[in-house]
């Protein structure tokens, strides 16, 4: 069996979610929980990036050198955008932790509560 790219990884961990699904405005993959995005994924010839809402790890996370506040606008709400040139590992671990933060965030409070803490 082949080894999963990050991006085909990190978006089976999300589309796993309760009530996740997946749209695909702008040409990336927005991954969302009854329609509102937790993850937004790009993978194409320039790399693979992902943003997410981080209200709790925002600070810590823009200290790593592939993290930037979200464009947009978004990155005044606590979103962080990740970036990867081809080649590059990604560190899945950290970002799975991440596109969890996400998802209890923006999914409705009764729907995050039904899942165990990391």
């Known amino acids: 069996m082949a080894k999963l ?5 990190l978006r089976a961990v999300a589309k796993a979610y309760p009530e996740a699904h997946e749209d695909f405005p702008w040409g990336e993959s927005a991954i969302k929980v009854r329609g509102k995005v937790f993850v937004f994924m790009r993978n194409d010839d320039k790399g ?3 943003s997410v809402k981080l209200p709790v790890s925002r600070y810590i996370a823009l200290e790593y050198p592939f993290t930037a506040p979200t464009g947009y606008g978004l990155g005044k709400s ?8 081809p080649g590059d590992k990604p560190p899945r671990d950290v970002l ?6 996400s998802y209890r ?7 995050a509560a039904t899942l165990r803490r990391a």
Not at 96 to 101: G, L, P, S, T, Y
């Open 78 to 85: 606590g979103w962080i955008t990740c970036s990867f040139a």
């Open 105 to 111: 965030a923006v999914a409705p409070k009764k729907l």
């Open 5 to 9: 790219t990050p991006f085909e990884h």
């Open 96 to 101: 799975q932790a991440w596109i969890d933060e």
């Open 48 to 50: 693979f990036g992902m």
